[in-house]
């Protein structure tokens, strides 16, 4: 029954990539024949105005810590919490004063195995007064690919992510909430992120 559902949520997955696909691509074309400011439009601009105004910037991992009351202390003990990794990426700071990222990221997951990140981040940054300190808050869509989920084929997901920090140095983090049972979900993923 385990292989039956596995195969069914694989089959589902991989067609829903293809009818999202095919939704962009159509998307796309109309956007050309559309007037400049439509939506397809305005993600290419954003994605554009990152590209050529932001500040690149090297990612650095090196903590994933699971929840200790979502997971078994046998499953804990088969886990890697030491997820170290490294990525590139570009942050602009907005007319808002808020950060925007287009980022590529690879980092050991918790099976030892490579896990590939690639995606956009939105952060509000809050200044704290009198100090060259700032909190951020705000969240990522990324496509992910994983061995132990949908056998490395990308998928979508979203996280919060927070930072404190500088400008050009910061402390961030990431949530995967809690899945349904135990041992899945509920990890903190700690990383630096460095403007360069």
Do not use: C
Not at 68 to 86: C, I, M, S, V
């Amino acid at each position: 029954m385990r292989t039956l559902t596995y195969a069914f949520t694989r089959r589902l997955l991989l067609g829903s990539l293809l009818f999202l696909t095919a939704i962009v691509f159509s998307n796309s074309a109309m956007a050309q024949e559309s007037d400049e400011f439509s939506w397809w439009q305005s993600v290419k601009n954003r994605v554009d105005n990152i590209v050529d105004n932001g500040e690149g910037a090297l990612y650095v991992s090196g903590l994933a810590h699971h929840g200790r009351h979502t997971y078994t202390a046998e499953k804990l003990a088969q886990l890697n919490e030491h997820a170290w990794g490294l990525g590139y990426g570009k942050t602009l700071r907005n007319d808002s004063g808020n950060d925007e990222s287009l980022y590529a990221f690879v980092i050991k997951d918790s099976h030892d195995h490579p896990q590939y990140m690639a995606g956009y981040a939105y952060e509000w940054v809050y200044q704290i007064p009198n100090t060259p300190l700032e909190l951020g808050g705000g969240y990522t869509a990324m496509l992910m690919s994983r061995q132990d989920y949908f056998d490395s084929v990308p998928f979508p997901v979203a996280l919060p992510v927070a930072s404190i920090g500088t400008k050009r140095v910061k402390l961030m983090f990431s949530y995967v909430p809690r899945f349904s049972g135990k041992n899945n979900g509920d990890v903190l993923l700690v990383f630096g992120r460095i403007e360069l």
